[in-house]
C-alpha cells in the first residue's frame, strides 16, 4: 500500500466533500424566510388575530357607570 496515493485519495474526498458541504449551506441558506413586514403596516384589531388575550365584556348600557 502506497501511503502517497491514499493522502492523495483522502485529500480529493475531502475537497469533494469541502464542495458538496458549502453546495448544500448555500441552499439551506436560500430557503429563510425575510423577517416580513414591518409592524407599522400591521393594523391591531381583533379580526386579524394580533389581539389574542382575555378581553373583560363590555359592560350592558346602564352598567359599570362610576358614580
Known amino acids: 500500500?502506497?501511503?502517497?496515493?491514499v493522502l492523495a485519495q483522502l485529500r480529493e474526498?475531502?475537497?469533494?466533500l469541502d464542495v458538496a458541504i458549502t453546495t448544500?449551506?448555500?441552499l439551506d441558506y436560500g430557503?429563510?424566510?425575510g423577517?416580513?413586514?414591518p409592524p407599522g403596516l400591521?393594523?391591531?384589531s381583533p379580526?386579524?388575530?394580533i389581539q389574542?388575550?382575555?378581553r373583560l365584556p363590555d359592560p350592558e348600557p346602564g352598567e359599570g357607570s362610576l358614580r
Open 1 to 5: 500500500m502506497d501511503l502517497k496515493d
Open 47 to 49: 379580526t386579524n388575530g
Open 24 to 26: 448544500l449551506e448555500r
Open 13 to 16: 474526498e475531502r475537497d469533494k
Open 52 to 54: 389574542r388575550g382575555y
Open 31 to 33: 430557503h429563510h424566510r
Open 35 to 37: 423577517p416580513g413586514r
Open 42 to 44: 400591521v393594523t391591531k
